[in-house]
């Protein structure tokens, strides 16, 4: 189910994103997440779930379609203004990306102060945003000295340096064990309950089954199912993220988000990834 | 403000210390180029003065027709004067020229003076030499003139030598620390795309992430115009030293060491700086990994 289209929602309308000729990142993407939420966006690598938080950090435009963020299109916003727009954003790359020469708190600070924050700023926020991810204990130290879950922390704490109303997390349990991965989870729940927007990237099927959020599913540049937690069970929910990787019908016909897969013969575009093109596994076979 | 000024300037030094050996590479060859084109230019200036001391030592002759009076003389005097380039302009009558002559080689005493009378000038400006020797050839009941053209042109084509030596050589070298400049912002660029990629994603501006590497190549072609400076300082106190030894007397004026420091590390500056702006103009962007 979708969200409808007010000014409060993020809003991806008939969007495709074109690589080449014959190379699609996403085949005609319609999707609403209202303000709040919580979204999973799953599938397999190369499904196209990075593209979509790509149109919203603008790292990619749309070829055709419309992305709309709290009511203003950004698809074609100038590149003077991207800067501003990620501002408005917390962004966690699935690799961290921290500086492996600053501590954990010069590594918070260090963005701060690209972002035009002064010294005092910095001295009164740095810990507090870290007391908040949970990691104030840990902030002398250096980020080899961290497990990956206090590493994906720290990304999450430098997210948050714009107070952001939006964060996006590309696979952020991707290189962690079940117990961190739930620790971030809680991490991104509790900012949720405070009212920033959520949406994860990720093929973490348990974590998925576990939150019992929303979640849409992708597969091939399209979004093949979007089921939320009081439609279906935990179990629904696995059967909708299964049920598209199976290259076979899909899980919901009278999903209103719902396209019909293309034919097997169909000779248009290709997928992004190699590794699309190798034979499919499905996840329980 | 002074914060902002303070981040920038630490950026721009923490890039250049992470890849030194390529910093040390650009600042010595723009310290070289400079000191070439600033230490050639040194020398024409002081070329260019000497020459100036040693225009009165090119003494031009001009002999006169035979049978010119005392009237047509002080006409062609005033004539003479009047042209541009002329110091001075003496009469030397023929009587005077024959008794030089003869305590010079008493033997020719007993033929008759073949002299005619003649003008002694003395130029005010070397380089004008060729155009005051026709002006006054030009000049009615004068016979010919005589002046040291060889060694004026001698002077003048070592003046030329080196003002070519000095931009040929030193801008071959200028457009090499340039390239050199530039190659090392962008490695900076290269090896600090950790940073570059945290300030993309938090949303910093393009200034922000560019202006540290301007600074860096401003930073480069100050310390390569400092450089030069003292390199030209160094030489020209070795050279004074031994004209010292030899002539025994303070031979070369003061070095203006101040000056060379603002004009070369000005230039420094502003190459430094467009090189480094060419740099950045490329895509600093990296992948987001989003």
């Known amino acids: 189910m979708s969200a409808p289209l007010t000014q409060d929602n993020i809003v991806f309308d008939k969007v495709e994103v074109k690589y080449s000729e014959y190379v699609y990142?996403?085949?005609?993407?319609?999707?609403?997440?209202?303000?709040?939420?919580?979204?999973?966006?799953?599938?397999q690598t190369g499904t196209g779930k990075s593209t979509l938080l790509k149109l919203l950090t603008r790292e990619v435009k749309p070829t055709s379609g419309r992305v709309l963020l709290w009511g203003r299109e950004i698809g074609g916003l100038p590149e003077r203004d991207v800067p501003a727009l990620r501002r408005e954003m917390g962004i966690v790359p699935q690799d961290f990306a921290l500086l492996p020469r600053k501590r954990v708190y010069e590594n918070v600070a260090y963005a701060m102060r690209a972002i035009g924050a002064t010294r005092?700023?910095?001295?009164?926020?740095?810990?507090?945003?870290?007391?908040?991810?949970h990691i104030g204990h840990r902030a002398d130290a250096f980020p080899h000295q961290l497990s990956g879950g206090e590493q994906q922390r720290v990304a999450i704490g430098r997210a948050l340096i714009n107070n952001p109303p939006l964060l996006l997390a590309d696979e952020p349990t991707g290189n962690l064990d079940p117990a961190h991965s739930w620790e971030i989870m809680e991490i991104l729940m509790e900012l949720n309950r405070r009212g920033t927007t959520v949406i994860v990237a990720t093929h973490d099927q348990?974590?998925?089954?576990?939150?019992?959020?929303?979640?849409?599913?992708?597969q091939g540049g399209l979004v093949v199912s979007d089921v939320t937690p009081s439609d279906v069970s935990a179990e629904a929910i696995?059967?909708?993220?299964?049920?598209?990787?199976?290259?076979?019908?899909p899980a919901h016909e009278d999903h209103p988000i719902l396209e019909p897969e293309p034919p097997e013969e169909f000779e248009g575009p290709i997928p992004l990834d190699e590794e699309d093109l190798e034979p499919e596994v499905p996840p329980h076979a | 403000m002074l914060d902002r000024i303070e981040f920038l300037l630490t950026e721009a030094i923490t890039a250049m210390r992470r890849n030194w050996l390529m910093s040390f590479a650009a600042i010595s060859t723009l310290a070289v180029a400079l000191f070439l084109l600033g230490g050639l230019g040194y020398v024409l200036i002081r070329m260019n003065a000497a020459a100036e001391d040693l225009s009165g030592r090119f003494e031009m002759r001009v002999w006169l027709r035979d049978g010119v009076s005392k009237q047509q003389?002080?006409?062609?005097?005033?004539?003479?004067?009047a042209i541009?380039?002329?110091k001075e302009a003496r009469w030397v009558p023929r009587d005077i020229e024959w008794k030089r002559q003869i305590e010079l080689t008493p033997e020719?005493?007993?033929?008759?003076?073949?002299?005619?009378?003649?003008?002694k000038v003395i130029l005010a400006d070397i380089s004008l030499g060729p155009e005051v020797e026709s002006k006054i050839k030009a000049l009615p009941r004068v016979d010919a003139v005589e002046y040291l053209r060889a060694e004026q042109q001698f002077m003048e084509q070592l003046m030329n030598f080196l003002q070519w030596l000095a931009t040929f050589v030193g801008g071959l070298l200028i457009v090499t620390s340039g390239i050199l400049i530039y190659n090392a912002i962008r490695m900076n660029i290269l090896a600090r795309w950790r940073e570059v990629r945290i300030m993309e994603l938090v949303g910093a501006s393009r200034s922000t992430i560019r202006i540290p590497f301007i600074l860096e190549g401003m930073l480069q072609g100050l310390l390569g115009g400092f450089t030069a400076s003292l390199l030209i300082f160094?030489?020209?106190?070795?050279?004074?030293?031994?004209?010292?030894?030899?002539?025994?007397?303070?031979a070369l004026p003061r070095f203006p060491i101040e000056l060379a420091l603002v004009v070369l590390g000005g230039a420094g500056v502003v190459f430094g700086g467009f090189c480094s702006f060419l740099a950045v103009r490329e895509p600093v962007r990296r992948r987001m990994g989003v």
Do not use: C
Request: charged fraction near 25%; charge should be negative.
């Open chain 1, 25 to 43: 990142a996403l085949r005609g993407v319609s999707l609403t997440i209202a303000r709040g939420e919580f979204v999973f966006l799953m599938g």
């Open chain 2, 84 to 86: 541009k380039g002329v």
């Open chain 2, 234 to 250: 160094a030489a020209q106190q070795a050279v004074a030293e031994q004209l010292k030894a030899v002539l025994m007397t303070a």
């Open chain 2, 108 to 119: 020719v005493a007993y033929f008759d003076n073949p002299f005619p009378d003649s003008f």
């Open chain 1, 238 to 249: 696995t059967q909708h993220v299964t049920a598209g990787w199976d290259d076979e019908e």
């Open chain 2, 73 to 81: 003389i002080s006409e062609i005097a005033a004539d003479i004067r």
């Open chain 1, 206 to 218: 348990m974590v998925v089954e576990r939150m019992s959020k929303r979640v849409v599913n992708m």
């Open chain 1, 120 to 133: 005092r700023e910095v001295r009164r926020r740095v810990p507090e945003i870290l007391e908040r991810v």
